[in-house]
């Protein structure tokens, strides 16, 4: 939507489940369980801006309802969606969030729960720098931008792309597998309760090779449907994959393809 002074878009990034049946960092569905944002950015007139610099150094204002509002960072520069959207500008040459920028999240996810909403918070930071900067990028390039933060594909991809899905980690040559394989400190650095506008352009943010990820779409039949059961917990992703052994084997491996 577009009126004489500002544009307004929503984002809508589905919750989703992985390391289905067989298909451990493989195999993701979306949900109907959705991260919502709601976004406006005033158009610049250049006269004002011209007679104000300083409302440049203005930070993004930030709302929040739904699941988690009560923990979920408002500082633009402390908040996971947001960070992933700047992340995605300054690599393509934007140094910073527009002038007057307005979000307002409202979340369906629980956090912690396996229905990845860190993932849903990625994806929707991706697609919100595409559309701030109005990028352009393509699916496959929006993929490589989350892979940079998320490493393993299969909740990114089945949120971004949506449906049944199979998604792997390409074999890239060494020095594109060097630049994938970045510490997460350097894609998403951790902005000072005083940073601003000019923090961590330098050095620049890494870019993300071509092509990190590739995903298949599955068929999906109508008669199937989807249960989530909610534990009353939070677990994160990394906590549980520490119970998880180092090798398996050839019958297990068997068994969960039987």
């Known amino acids: 939507m577009m009126s004489a002074h500002s544009r307004s878009f929503k984002i809508r990034v589905p919750a989703t489940s992985a390391n289905i049946g067989p298909g451990f960092d493989v195999v993701g569905l979306s949900l109907s ?9 005033p158009i610049p007139n250049p006269s004002e801006s011209r007679s104000n610099p300083s409302s440049a150094a203005e930070r993004p204002s930030i709302s929040y309802t739904g699941e988690g509002a009560d ?26 969030f527009p002038q007057g920028l307005t979000i307002h999240a409202h979340n369906e996810i629980p956090f912690g729960r396996g229905l990845g909403s860190s993932g849903a918070a990625v994806i929707a930071g991706v697609i919100l720098g595409n559309a701030l900067g109005q990028l352009g990028l393509s699916l496959e390039r929006m993929l490589d931008f989350a892979l940079m933060v998320e490493r393993h594909p299969d909740n990114v991809t089945a949120a971004l792309v949506g449906g049944f899905v199979g998604s792997y980690l390409r074999e890239l040559d060494p020095s594109a597998t060097q630049a994938a394989s970045v510490p997460l400190s350097e ?33 999906w039949a109508k008669e199937i449907r989807a249960v ?23 019958k297990d491996v068997v068994r969960t393809h039987s």
């Open 33 to 41: 369980l959705y991260l919502t944002l709601s976004v406006t950015v």
């Open 71 to 96: 923990e979920v960072p408002l500082d633009a520069y402390k908040n996971l969606t947001t960070r992933v959207a700047l992340y995605v500008l300054r690599c393509s040459g934007i140094q910073s």
């Open 187 to 219: 894609v998403l650095p951790e902005y000072p309760p005083d940073a601003g506008p000019d923090w961590g352009r330098d050095p620049p943010p890494p870019l993300p090779p071509v092509g990190i990820g590739h995903y298949v779409r599955f068929e």
């Open 228 to 250: 989530a059961i909610i534990p009353r917990f939070e677990l994160s992703t990394a906590t549980a994959r520490q119970v998880l052994p180092q090798s398996y084997s050839r």
